[in-house]
């Protein structure tokens, strides 16, 4: 007899992705919400003893660059304390069940070529630190055909608050607020949809695929093409590079082609990513 998904376990659903994919996943699969504390390890682990799912989405985590900087006890405890809480209690009460661990493309540098998933994995910052011991600690501690890791790059989404730099870059242009560009004129990023992601982490349970997979668009975009998208579309003035002022060209842009070897296909660009965020906060 094949090994039938019907209950899903999630961590993370009042996030932005956690959200969204509820609302994709409840029309397939019975979805059993995380709603205690993710450092308390009797929460956890009641929560999977008590529904005993098929696949587990793990998605809570500090993002926040700047709150996880600020607060370093906190991230550590949620960030990686949270997902060693996951990876006892399913060892414990229900070691048949896959898990989807979110992770990020911060586990990477910065390089000028296309990243892949055998590329040299040098966190950029505490949150990505933090991601990567967590899937190292996963992957060594848990079984590893039952173990799926997305690494995601860039998103953004018009509920995503304004810490983040899309939403941070909208809301000061809309209100001609200053922001000093010289800040982002030599870094290109690769940002995918939160709808893709969505997709990406389905495909995966459809498939009870395991690995470690990059979700992102493979096509990088300057920073300060994002801020004159804005502008045009708010009308008002554009920038332009002053390249006497750049450094160090700073890349963080993935290689998908592990994932769509698998038949899974990208559809959103950055464009349509900003025309739907300019279409629900303008």
């Not at 696949?55 to 960030?79: F, G, P, R, T, W």
């Not at 055909?145 to 870059?169: W, Y």
Request: charged fraction near 30%.
């Amino acid at each position: 007899m094949k090994y039938k998904i019907y209950k899903v376990g999630l961590t993370g659903s009042t996030g932005v992705i956690g959200s969204v994919l509820n609302n994709r996943l409840k029309k397939k699969y019975k979805i059993f919400k995380f709603r205690g504390d993710i450092r308390n390890k009797k929460d956890v682990f009641q929560w999977i003893e008590k529904y005993k799912f098929d696949y587990l989405i793990h998605l809570a985590a500090k993002v926040d660059i700047k709150e996880v900087n600020k607060n370093k006890s906190l991230a550590y405890q949620v960030n990686f304390g949270g997902t060693r809480n996951i990876v006892e209690g399913l060892k414990k009460y229900n070691n048949k069940c896959m898990i989807f661990f979110a992770s990020t493309s911060h586990v990477y540098n910065f390089s000028k070529k296309k990243i892949n998933e055998n590329s040299l994995k040098k966190p950029i910052t505490l949150y990505g630190q933090l991601k990567l011991k967590s899937e190292n600690y996963l992957i060594k501690n848990y079984d590893k055909s039952k173990v799926c890791v997305g690494r995601i790059f860039s998103f953004t989404h018009f509920k995503q608050n304004k810490n983040f730099f899309v939403p941070s870059i909208f809301d000061k242009i809309k209100n001609n607020m200053f922001y000093d560009v010289l800040k982002i004129q030599n870094e290109y990023r690769d940002f995918v949809s939160v709808d893709d992601i969505c997709r990406a982490i389905e495909f995966f349970i459809e498939k009870k695929i395991s690995g470690i997979f990059n979700i992102c668009n493979g096509k990088k975009i300057h920073l300060t093409s994002i801020v004159n998208f804005f502008c045009f579309n708010l009308n008002k003035v554009k920038i332009k590079k002053n390249y006497k002022t750049l450094k160090r060209e700073k890349f963080l842009v993935g290689n998908n082609q592990k994932i769509k070897k698998l038949g899974f296909n990208f559809k959103s660009n950055i464009y349509d990513i900003l025309n739907e965020f300019i279409e629900n906060k303008y």
